[in-house]
């Protein structure tokens, strides 16, 4: 899918670590990007040999400038090159002439909206015939805190998290916020047009890098989505969190959907779809991708949902457990013995249930707060503590407390840290020296509740899914010959989703000799059109001679089908109506999808996706994983479905799917699932346009 | 329903703008409020006489102390209490004494969880029956800028938001939040116990405050919620708007629930309905309240939900546009003829479309920003305009640009006044001296992008919805004597809640009499159990003799009820389902609620609420709010429902609920809505416990 890829690993060393630089395209001028790469080049000087180059030589920032890389000393294990475009691939090619082992592109390859486009693809694979490692181009650099290369145009802070980006503003600014939260970066790699170097293999060598403990990631354009899946679940697996924040192509939004798994099964919900396969980290936001980061170093995520509150006043611990159950985390009543334990020592009117509020017991004491979170980080009643408030601020109270709060903040993260369970704190002093004390502790410090509750309630519905994993693609099957409804339910009947007996009649007398075939009642389906029920091309219910018969005759006369499908009728009011399909997306390959059928699929948008092919197992988790879960497992008195039935025939849609790439979209709507088995009551593929082999009738 | 209540307007300035000031139990023990009260209320004196009492006499901070009120030269206009506590009393009585007109009572009162106890009553009416004001006990003070009266522990900034506070805490953290924003108070009030004065009165005197524009409020125990709501109404409706951070009673949550409508309209959505009919916006936390505020004030909320996004650069425009969208605002494709006139200018790879991506533009020309916010702004497209990334920080760049920004700062400013739609700014410079401009300038600035979009979005929301009003309750009607079935179905259907024709038989014979009369088919029900449908009470579809007779002999063998009930069955597969009810909740009385019914209601808990009584537009309304409200409208080919007819059943039952404040909980549920009217298949009353003249029989 893509011309670079990632199949032979490579060692970039020379783009991280290289023993040489050059700057090609130096300059003076302060606002070019040769200016300031040259700058940030030079800081490395104590480390590595630094050259210059200009085409024009002379002096560039006080430094000699070579005319060409031919003229220095030694071949540049790295080359940035930075110049005009026209001059791009002269440079490239001396480079390679030279011996270069990795060049990094500032300029633009491509036309700006054409990333991948011709220039870029004849520019990679002149680098990759050569064996030279090329990042970019239209990239912004490449920062290795270790190595002290800063090939970047700003100050980066330095810490223990890898970025790759495809935006240089959106890599500042996640630097900005990691700063403000006592993080950093040990590599940044700016992305560019991906043409060579992509983000899956950066990944991959991310997650083997000593120094970088989470792989954070900007991408808009994934490349092949599945090998960048596959890097990050082995990140994930090797204890390296990836946290991904993605923006959707917008042209992609464009293309026609004929079904309403096109419609559901989004780009959007694809790249959910990787991340719970790959145990990725969703993030919607720089600020999001930050506060996750850090709740997912130190310590790292909870264990479960269970949450207890803790905060000096009752204002702070009520807003906290209001925003805490409204994302989904349990705050459960502490054990009478446990609240018996608190009690000793806090105010008596404290509050111990939880939310726990130590009513001024943290000015009489400071030290209740450490006692109070160890105790019931310790008890086990609860997978983690939030704590909300004043504190940090009691350094402008008394010296007394002011020098208590920073031995608190020890014996907190020492705490955290013997129960293996997250304390996350928000406090009003964000910048207080007992929230540094607790950030370098490894507990997370937020500046609004709802910042620690949200980071909380996201590693906490993580619980349990980090084990997906990013399924193969079987080998490609016969493409299909046509794409008509009776062409669907073979394909899909032959994977093993059930049907109803069928069969197709062309004449009155037909139908009603397959009805007394096939037992009452029946349906009758007009063939030929693709969206039969809106038409009044089914008709449900015929239970005898005479109805059949004459709902035959009115398919004839109204709608002239090409022929006529007569099926036994389902129990439709014993069963729960699912919509089951799955989509071929452009850049993760088929991603299967359920969820509530009939009318209420489009109204209430209850789906939930995962990267086909899905075995039995989590075609079951996906179906337990919808809001309307309950209907299936039998509300009010309701029979539960056959979910091993319903979650067979999920899975066996979703191996079909993933064996036909020139589907665009495969969908059973509905399927339903009874108290035993399940049946699908209709069926539709939608061919990929220009996929050959398959053509568009239905 | 309070010992104070806002039945009479009282003149506050005693209590804002003293002449005088007394702290009695001033010290210079730096720990106590005595000590900071003090201090806070010296700094004053160049305003007003201000007076330190203690007991003990002598010198406090360097000032004469008196030994108590009746020693100082003039009796203060206003007085702090701030006395141990069994010196309240006498305290109290020597303020009234010497002619004190308004008394804040830092001192606690009542025990704490005992709010409104029986000594804050004899407080309350000690000082009442004097016509002295009282606030607190158990406050934290109060403050008014503009007076310059600080009787705070802690500096606040000075702004246009008036604050209510139940939390010393809260009310700091919210002034520090605010400070960071460019915002500040007004006037602070610390509501403490709210024993006289409440925040019903407090929200009246701020909304005829010169110096207030916005109220904010953070309560936790809203005394008389009616009250509340209205004085809240009648702020909003004079052009001040009212931010509301609540938290719920936990002692509430555990009230035992007997319906569906008693777990669906809990407190939390009777003070979501007070918001809506009071026109108050809602916030979750501090900085959620604080983010508000800036969208409000301004130019204020935008007239709906269609928004431009601009940004230089892909990337922050991508973030900006997914989460707006997220949010459910509306990103339209801009005009041909719009997107012409953005182009001039920019470079050729700007995107206009919608997001707006400069491209680069902003460094090549920084007023490329007000340009094109200003073209977006006046075309009439969009209703509000987010801007996002890197503006703020073309300060590091040049000097050109870092004086354009301050230009392009104004300018904005200027686009927003003179369009009169909004704009809000992200920044990763949140605090440059652009963005510093642009808040001077009302452009509210944010420096994470979720929360300048999650604003924009809850404004939107609000669009429409700020003139429901708060209903006046009807006069009690005469108690319900029984609350079985029978009686609840008389009881709506005398209200106007249509219901199907019914007769109560006690034999087979009788049953199968009814069913004749009222014609096929009949459903049975047995009368006496509270959930009929759960035990296999109601038998449906009965359509001859037989069956009515087989069911009825069924039931009393089963159940032994007290009787059955015969009714004509309702054409259930012709009409939708919905729950309707209200519940009488303690601080805001009756609380419509309508969701979608059947199995649907606990599933996905899809419900809207109202204050009740509603009136029949309002009840369309709610039912309009629903997610699942396309069913209401005819999904997929199914006929709409008569919206008049369920509105109308809504918007009875709710006058009944409101004549009715000895019943707990009241529901229909399902009532079913037809294409053509709407009927009632099942009615239920829950008396409140210990409500004269309601029995509990079902």
Redesign the interface.
């Known amino acids: 899918m893509s011309a670079g890829g990632s199949a032979t690993r490579r060692d970039l060393t020379p783009l991280f670590e290289p023993a040489s630089v050059a700057v090609v395209g130096a300059s003076d001028d ?2 070019k990007w040769g200016n300031w790469l040259a700058r940030a080049a030079l800081r490395g000087a104590s480390r590595r040999a630094v050259y210059l180059v200009n085409r024009r030589g002379g002096e560039v920032m006080g430094e000699r400038a070579h005319r060409g890389l031919a003229e220095l000393p030694e071949a540049p294990e790295l080359a940035v090159l930075a110049v005009p475009p026209p001059a791009l691939e002269p440079a490239l090619d001396e480079a390679i002439a030279v011996g270069t082992r990795a060049v990094v592109v500032i300029t633009a390859g491509s ?3 054409d990333a991948g486009g011709a220039r870029d693809v004849a520019l990679a694979s002149r680098a990759r015939e050569a064996g030279v490692i090329l990042l970019g181009p239209n990239c912004l650099g490449v920062f290795d805190a270790a190595a002290g290369l800063e090939l970047v145009p700003n100050d980066l802070p330095r810490g223990s998290i890898g970025l790759l980006s ?5 890599a ?2 996640i630097g ?1 916020l990691a700063e403000a939260a006592g993080l950093g970066f040990s590599r940044v790699v700016s992305l560019g047009n991906q043409a060579d170097l992509e983000a899956a293999e950066l990944i991959q060598d991310l997650s083997e890098h000593d120094g970088t403990e989470l792989i954070a990631i ?1 991408v ?1 354009d994934f490349r092949d989505g599945r090998a960048f899946a596959r890097a990050a679940e082995a990140a994930a697996r090797g204890g390296k969190p990836v946290v991904l ?1 993605a ?2 192509h ?1 042209e992609a939004t464009a293309r026609a959907v004929r079904s309403h798994t096109g419609a559901l099964a989004s780009e ?1 919900a694809a790249i959910d779809a990787a991340c719970a396969a790959a145990g990725m980290h969703p993030a ?5 991708l930050v506060d996750l980061s850090q709740g997912l170093l130190g310590v790292g995520p909870p264990h479960g949902r269970r949450v207890a509150v803790l905060a ?5 611990g ?2 906290a ?3 805490a159950g ?1 994302a989904g985390l349990e705050l459960p009543a502490l054990s009478a013995n446990l609240r018996q334990t608190l009690r000793t020592g806090l105010p008596p ?1 404290a509050a111990v249930a939880n939310p726990i509020d130590l ?1 001024g017991g943290g ?1 009489r004491d400071i030290h209740s707060y450490d006692r109070t979170a160890r105790i019931v980080l310790a008890s086990g009643e609860v997978d983690a503590v939030v704590m909300s ?2 504190f940090g601020g009691y350094t402008h ?2 010296e007394t407390l002011a020098r208590g709060e920073a031995a608190v903040a020890e014996a907190l993260a020492d705490a955290v840290a013997e129960s293996g369970r997250p304390l996350l704190v928000q406090t ?1 002093y964000p910048e207080a020296g007992a929230a540094d004390a607790l950030r370098r502790g490894g507990v997370p410090v937020y ?4 910042r620690a509750v949200g980071v909380l309630a996201r590693l906490a519905d993580h619980v349990g899914r980090d084990s997906r994993g990013v399924p193969a693609l079987p080998p490609p099957a016969e493409p299909i010959a046509a794409a008509s409804y009776m062409d669907a339910r073979a394909l899909l009947a032959a994977g093993g989703v059930p049907f109803e007996p069928v069969r197709v009649v062309s004449s009155a007398a037909k139908a009603v000799a397959a009805a007394a075939e096939l037992g009452y009642p029946v349906v009758l389906k007009a063939l030929g059109m693709l969206h039969k ?2 038409v009044g091309g089914v008709v449900l219910g015929l239970s005898d001679e005479r109805a059949v018969a004459a709902a035959y005759r009115d398919l004839r006369d109204r709608l002239a089908p090409a022929a006529v499908a007569v099926e036994r009728m389902a129990p439709l009011d014993e069963g729960v109506e699912l919509l089951v399909g799955a989509r071929w997306d452009a850049r993760f390959g088929p991603v299967a999808l359920v969820g509530l059928g009939g ?1 209420f699929t ?3 948008r209850d789906v939930a996706v995962a990267l086909a092919p899905v075995d039995e197992a989590i075609a079951r988790e996906l179906l337990l994983s919808l ?2 879960a ?2 299936l497992r039998g ?4 029979a539960p479905v056959d979910l091993d039935a319903a979650a067979a025939a999920v899975a066996a849609l979703s191996r079909v799917a993933a064996a036909h790439p020139e589907i665009a979209e495969l969908e059973v709507n509905p399927l339903l699932a009874l108290p035993e088995g399940a049946v699908g009551l209709d069926a539709r593929v939608v061919p990929r346009v220009g996929a050959a082999g398959a053509t568009n009738q239905v």
Chains 1, 2 share one sequence.
Do not use: C, F, K
């Open positions: 302060p606002v036309a700006d909206g495809q935006s240089g503003n959106l500042l600014e900005m900007y808009e924040l923006v959707e917008s959007g919607n936001s720089p600020q999001e000096d006043g009752g204002g702070h009520g807003i457990a209001a925003l409204g009117t009513a000015e408030g004043y109270y008394t009003m500046p609004t509740i709802e029920s809106d009318v489009e109204v209430l809001r309307a309950p209907l509300a009010r008195g309701r």
